[in-house]
Nanobody, 125 residues
Framework: QVQLVESGGGLVQPGGSLRLSCAAS????????MRWFRQVPGKQREEVSC????????VYEASVRGRFTISTNNAWNEVYLQMTNLKPNDTATYYC??????????????????WGEGTLVIVSS
């Protein structure tokens, strides 16, 4: 079992920054691909970013590329999403997830995936 707990969400003005954290515990997640998703009510959950467990390469959804940065600590039990220049359409609940695969480009297997409860980000003036 893997437990994922997100934190760091909140209300921020457009152009502001937030840093989300995801604490991972339980079955080893070290050097496994870790992902951030987001979801707006009424819309499908979308993958925002992934960090590759094999070589720490990172992948970003087009609308956040250049503004968001995914990273982990050395123990690979904390995953971060640094978000800058936030826009109103970044408003969503953000989720940390892993299916314990190693590579981002394998895609996310929701059938075996683990999810956190999410943290709400609201970008509004």
């Amino acid at each position: 079992q893997v437990q994922l707990v997100e934190s760091g969400g909140g209300l921020v003005q457009p152009g502001g920054s937030l840093r989300l954290s995801c604490a991972a515990s339980g079955r080893a997640v070290r050097r496994r691909a870790m992902r951030w998703f987001r979801q707006v009510p009424g819309k499908q959950r979308e993958e925002v970013s992934c960090i590759n467990g094999h070589n720490s390469e990172t992948v970003y959804e087009a609308s956040v590329r250049g503004r968001f940065t995914i990273s982990t600590n050395n123990a690979w039990n904390e995953v971060y999403l640094q978000m800058t220049n936030l826009k109103p359409n970044d408003t969503a609940t953000y989720y940390c997830a892993t299916d314990l695969g190693q590579f981002c480009d394998e895609g996310f297997d929701n059938g075996v995936g683990y999810w956190g409860e999410g943290t709400l980000v609201i970008v509004s003036s």
